[in-house]
């Protein structure tokens, strides 16, 4: 090859040699939002306040589990977070922080539904820690990109996805009710969710109680199951990793200022 002409190729080659070396990059920067990619499906995790509050060792304004007469009965709203398939997540997808002006109307209703079951601060995306709602938003809401373009749109979906699949009323009416006295297979909870829901949930739990129940959509909100593929074969292998093969569902109680357990109100959640 004349030297003019290595000269004229050389760069191509360079840049031959940075696409194969980063094969992901070309795809990555065309479909992402703030340098992450696109997510592949929501999971909708719901926390299990009887086994939640059984933790609470001090109380604060901002633990639903201390709210008095008024705690917890149902599942509530843990979040809605975008997932890869792989198994991996994509975290922290805007430079922009949580503004809870946004949600301000809707601030009733998510404290109701969507309450922190602990005293704990959890961590921003920008430094700090702050609410719930906040870490919530910051770390899986921004990543929910295209689907949800803000704050607002995004929380309000959580609360129409949590009025409109009712895991509480579905494992009652299969007479899986709170008692800390039974165990319940837990095929049969996933069961009686699949047969209400069309799809098979993940659910993780606390030594042999039901810590949280999560169910999968694909981004129009069509439920999926949670496992896909080979993951299928296996049956609930999420599941299974952390749960035992019969688990409880202890009865939420509500916990005093001090910290201490008030009274059981098993019957309440009927
Ligand atoms: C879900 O069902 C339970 C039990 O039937 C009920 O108490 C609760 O109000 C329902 N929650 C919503 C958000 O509809």
Redesign the pocket.
């Known amino acids: 090859m004349p030297p003019l002409t290595l000269w004229l190729v050389l760069p191509f080659l360079v840049l031959l040699a940075a696409a194969t070396t980063s094969p992901t990059r070309a795809t990555t920067v065309a479909s992402s939002f703030h340098g992450q990619r696109e997510f592949d499906y929501f999971a909708f995790a719901l926390q299990w306040p009887g086994t939640y509050c059984k933790r609470t060792r001090s109380c604060c304004p901002t633990n639903g589990c201390c709210r008095g007469s008024n705690f917890p009965?149902?599942f509530t709203i843990h979040g809605l977070w975008p997932d890869y398939n792989d198994g991996t997540w994509p975290s922290c997808c805007s430079g922009s922080s949580f503004d809870p002006k946004e949600i301000l109307t809707l601030t009733n209703s998510l404290e109701q539904?969507w309450p922190s079951l602990s005293c704990s601060k959890p961590s921003l995306c920008h430094g700090g820690k702050g609410t719930f709602w906040a870490h919530e938003w910051e770390k899986h809401g921004t990543c929910s990109y295209p689907v949800f373009r803000n704050e607002y749109d995004y929380f309000v979906a959580v609360l129409n996805l949590?009025?409109k699949y009712?895991?509480?009323?579905v494992l009652?009416?299969a007479g899986y009710v709170p008692s800390n006295t039974e165990k319940y297979p837990l095929g049969g909870i996933i069961s009686a969710i699949e047969n209400a829901f069309h799809a098979s949930p993940q659910i993780v739990c606390s030594k042999d109680s039901v810590e949280e129940l999560r169910l999968c959509f694909y981004k129009d909100f069509q439920p999926r199951d949670c496992a896909l593929g080979s993951d299928i074969k296996i049956n609930m292998v999420t599941s299974k990793k952390s749960c035992p093969k019969y688990v409880s569902l202890p009865e939420p109680v509500s916990v005093s200022k001090t910290g201490t357990m008030d009274f059981k109100v098993g019957a309440m959640?009927?």
């Open positions: 009965t149902v539904y949590y009025f009712n895991v509480t009323s009652n009416d959640m009927m």
